[in-house]
T-cell receptor
Framework: AQKITQTQPGMFVQEKEAVTLDCTYD???????LFWYKQPSSGEMIFLIY??????QNATEGRYSLNFQKARKSANLVISASQLGDSAMYFC????????????FGSGTQLTVLP | DTGVSQDPRHKITKRGQNVTFRCDPI?????LYWYRQTLGQGPEFLTY????????KSRLLSDRFSAERPKGSFSTLEIQRTEQGDSAMYLC??????????????FGPGTRLTVL
């Protein structure tokens, strides 16, 4: 079974509108972390936001927020007030178990912001 | 902090040649990770170091791959007898033992390898 599932290969959003990128995960661990990264065409993975499995509140970082629904095992990224520079590939990732562990990534969602 | 740096950014080589990539982590980050990303996919874990010790290796890391972190600072990833299937982006990431953002890994710009 896929550990991280991103079902939207591509998404379009109008500039200044909000957009939600979906992510579901599968783990039997009680302690885990969920991450979102942005990868522009240049290739660098840019960290956006983190949510720990024991965090009771949804994480927020500026225009980014993570809609964490633990029972549904979903960790959707919400980008508010989209900007042209937000056009990029977005990856959801999970760290299971001990904090030293590696990340497992989804297949990504290509977001295009339209002027 | 200066970010994670990787060198070279691009490498084109002929099949059968050996290549070596370097990663310099963020200073004082004691954990260093290597990932491989093929076109249209998310990164896949290869190996990770805590200080100079290589603590975990993925089954993706065949015998032709070797990684080192001799003094617990920079790391090298060597691929011997390259094959066309090795063509990918090789990403390095580092993190602290603990931090206010949990266990966030910070990535370098990657080395894009093309094997002809």
């Amino acid at each position: 079974a896929q550990k991280i599932t991103q079902t939207q290969p591509g998404m379009f959003v109008q500039e200044k509108e909000a957009v939600t990128l979906d992510c579901t995960y599968d783990t039997s661990d009680q302690s885990y972390g969920l991450f979102w990264y942005k990868q522009p065409s240049s290739g660098e993975m840019i960290f956006l936001i983190y949510q720990g499995s024991y965090d009771e509140q949804n994480a927020t970082e500026g225009r980014y927020s993570l809609n964490f629904q633990k029972a549904r095992k979903s960790a959707n990224l919400v980008i508010s007030a989209s900007q042209l520079g937000d056009s990029a590939m977005y990856f959801c990732a999970m760290r299971e178990g001990g904090s030293a562990r590696q990340l497992t990534f989804g297949s990504g969602t290509q977001l295009t912001v339209l002027p | 902090d200066t970010g994670v740096s990787q060198d070279p950014r691009h490498k084109i080589t002929k099949r059968g040649q050996n290549v070596t990539f370097r990663c310099d982590p963020i200073s004082e980050h004691n954990r260093l990770y290597w990932y491989r990303q093929t076109l249209g996919q998310g990164p896949e874990f290869l190996t990770y170091f805590q200080n100079e010790a290589q603590l975990e290796k993925s089954r993706l890391l065949s015998d032709r791959f070797s990684a080192e972190r001799p003094k617990g600072s920079f790391s090298t990833l060597e691929i011997q007898r390259t094959e066309q299937g090795d063509s990918a982006m090789y990403l390095c990431a580092s993190r602290r033992t603990s931090g206010t953002l949990g266990d966030t890994q910070y990535f370098g710009p990657g080395t894009r390898l093309t094997v002809l």
